[in-house]
Antibody, heavy 121, light 110 residues
């Protein structure tokens, strides 16, 4: 069965960076994109970008350009999301999710359990 | 302010039918698939309705999706206490070149 297992909770200081891992199993990692979505406390969901598993091609929304980097290790079936220059506004639960098709407009069918990132001085 | 508009709350009694709306624009809902996600507080979102109207394996047929122009709706019939959760609509936005979500609807089963 498809599973996405994320790395554990992180506590960071303002200005620092965080890197979250998402290990996929139950399918061929290179065949489906991985997206990252975050949810601040009490807020809705916010898309942060996606990685095409096979090619390593990435796409980011304008709001995160220059601050987020998504990478992948096909041999380890693992995707990574690194966010830099953290502020308290980045305190959120970060989710990875599998895209159900190769085109960007296909939604997310499986989600990781979420990683809590807390930014505090 | 979310790009897709949902009512912040909805409620019903057990057995009732409830609908949750989601409105957007021609750059997202009108020309792209819409997805619905159910999120029980403290857990990850779960795919509830796939590509406008399709139910993934394991999702009861009490849940259904429909669309009309730049609006879509999620209907839940035979409401049960375990349906109490937050519901989000989502779609790709061609103008923003990214995914957009609704603000979420908190469903309460009275």
């Amino acid at each position: 069965q498809v599973q996405l297992v994320q790395s554990g909770a992180e506590v960071k200081k303002p200005g620092a960076s965080v890197k979250v891992a998402c290990k996929a199993s139950g399918y061929t990692f290179a065949s489906f994109p991985i997206h990252w979505v975050r949810q601040a406390p009490g807020q809705s969901l916010e898309w942060m970008g996606r990685l095409t598993g096979g090619s390593g091609n990435t796409k980011y929304p304008q709001s995160f350009q220059g601050r987020v980097t998504i990478t992948g290790d096909t041999s380890a079936s693992t995707a990574y999301m690194e966010l830099t220059s953290l502020t308290s506004d980045d305190t959120a639960v970060y989710y990875c999710a599998r895209g159900e098709g190769s085109s960007d407009w296909y939604g997310f069918d499986y989600w990781g359990q979420g990683t809590v990132v807390t930014v505090t001085s | 302010q979310s790009v897709l508009t949902q009512p912040p709350s909805a409620s019903g009694t057990p057995g009732q039918r409830v609908t949750i709306s989601c409105s957007g624009t021609t750059s997202n809902i009108k020309n792209r698939y819409v997805y619905w996600y159910q999120q029980v507080p403290g857990t990850a979102p779960k795919l509830l309705i796939d590509r406008d109207t399709q139910r993934p394996s394991g999702v009861p047929d009490r849940f259904s999706g429909s669309r009309s122009g730049t609006s879509v709706s999620l209907a839940i019939s035979g409401l049960r206490s375990e349906d109490e959760a937050d519901y989000y609509c989502a779609a790709w936005d061609d103008s923003l070149s990214g995914w957009v979500f609704g603000g979420g609807t908190k469903l309460t089963v009275l």
